[in-house]
């Protein structure tokens, strides 16, 4: 699935920061400041994950839904009269 692709994506994109500071700080044999950076890397990782498994069930019961009623629940009417406001 392109969507879940794209998602996928985009977090990894998001989880860059925190792989590398880590492997920065341990290249630098920077120890201690690392110890005190790991709780919010692990609480900044633990979130996207978070939000991207939300994201990623959105976007598959969205799907589930169209392909079973050929309707999209939502911005359905938007995307049928194909303008934004």
Do not use: C, H, R
């Not at 920061?17 to 044999?29: C, N, R, S, V, Y």
């Not at 969205?62 to 406001?85: C, N, R, W």
Request: proline content about 2%; cysteine-free.
């Amino acid at each position: 699935m392109w969507g879940n692709f794209s998602i996928s994506g985009a977090f990894f994109l998001l989880y860059l920061p925190a792989i590398g500071i880590g492997i920065l700080l341990a290249a630098l044999q920077e120890f201690t400041l690392l110890l005190l950076l790991l709780p919010a890397l692990i609480l900044y990782v633990g979130v996207l994950f978070i939000l991207q498994g939300a994201l990623e069930g959105i976007f598959m019961t969205e799907i589930y839904k169209y392909a079973t009623t050929g309707k999209a629940a939502v911005f359905g009417d938007v995307l049928q009269q194909g303008k934004i406001s």
